[in-house]
């Protein structure tokens, strides 16, 4: 029987895990994790800035890079990687995009099943006490600003993002994990599979007997665990994918 090509898994899967990183957002213009270091910033690095220590230290040093991050996402829209994604998700209702980013494109091309593994910008939350607070007006500028003030305890709001060293949300957790154990085909776009527990995704799904199919213009981890390879940029293979 002539091998399966990509379009077959994806027209015969009933579960689907759409699994993305930083390089699913980099046709839109989004900055990645490690590019998001220019001007004040780049002195600094992204492992280093994105810690609570490094929040402790200067609040208003790491406010102003998110805000600056959120900033550069409400700028650009969706690619036509999001949207193809979003169209899989339409044909099969049961489909899950588990993100490990902190922008809203997958949301804006219109997917609304998703788990957001690291948080998001556009979720603010209380240091303290953990009341959610209001996303405020953009900065006109970039540069350190001093995070606002809780309205419920006074204490400082901070970023509504996963920082490293602090765990994963428990129940984006346990549904992504749930979701990789059962699905019976897992895309894998833009991700160099290095952060953990997030790069776990994938090879729970390959375990549990799924066929996973890797978009990535580079080599990572996941090629030991990829049924199908498509080397090249999201935008442009996955639209050919879903038509
Ligand atoms: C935790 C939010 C424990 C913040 C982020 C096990 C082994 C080793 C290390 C660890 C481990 N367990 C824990 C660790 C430590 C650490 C970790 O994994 N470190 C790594 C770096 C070694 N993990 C943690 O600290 C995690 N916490 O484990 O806590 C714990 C448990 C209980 C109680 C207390 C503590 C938390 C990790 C979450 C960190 N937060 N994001 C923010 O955004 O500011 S991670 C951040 O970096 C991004 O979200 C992203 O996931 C990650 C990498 O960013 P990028 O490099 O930009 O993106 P990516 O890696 O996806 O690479 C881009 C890819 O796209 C490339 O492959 C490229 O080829 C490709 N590409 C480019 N263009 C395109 C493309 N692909 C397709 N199309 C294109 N056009
Ligand atoms: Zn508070």
Redesign the pocket.
């Known amino acids: 029987m002539p091998e399966r090509d990509a379009g077959d898994l994806l027209r015969d899967a009933e579960r689907i895990v759409v699994f993305t990183?930083?390089?699913?957002s980099?046709?839109s213009g989004v900055p990645?994790?490690?590019d998001a270091l220019t001007g004040l910033w780049q002195r600094f690095d992204a492992?280093a800035l994105?810690t609570p220590e490094a929040f402790e230290a200067d609040p208003a040093l790491v406010w102003g890079w998110y805000e600056w991050r959120r900033a550069e996402v409400e700028l650009v829209w969706p690619n036509a990687g999001h949207r193809a994604v979003a169209t899989i998700a339409a044909h099969t209702p049961d489909t899950l995009v588990i993100t490990?980013?902190?922008d809203d494109l997958h949301e804006r091309a219109g997917t609304t099943r998703i788990v957001h593994l690291?948080?998001s910008l556009f979720a603010p939350r209380c240091s303290a006490c953990g009341h959610a607070a209001a996303v405020s007006e953009l900065p006109a500028e970039g540069g350190r600003i001093p995070p606002p003030a809780c309205a419920d305890c006074g204490d400082d709001v901070r970023p509504g993002?996963?920082?490293?060293?602090?765990?994963?949300p428990a129940d984006a957790l346990s549904a992504a994990t749930e979701a990789a154990s059962d699905c019976d085909l897992l895309l894998t776009?833009?991700?160099?599979g290095?952060?953990?527990?997030?790069a776990e995704i994938p090879y729970m799904a390959a375990r549990a007997g799924a066929a996973v199919i890797q978009?990535?213009?580079?080599p990572?981890p996941i090629d030991s665990v990829a049924t199908i390879n498509l080397r090249g940029?999201?935008?442009q293979i996955l639209p050919d994918l879903v038509c």
């Open positions: 990183g930083a390089g699913m980099a046709e990645t994790f490690r492992q994105a490990q980013n902190v690291h948080g993002v996963v920082w490293f060293g602090e765990p994963l776009i833009g991700t160099s290095l952060v953990h527990p997030a978009i990535n213009p580079e990572t940029p999201a935008a």
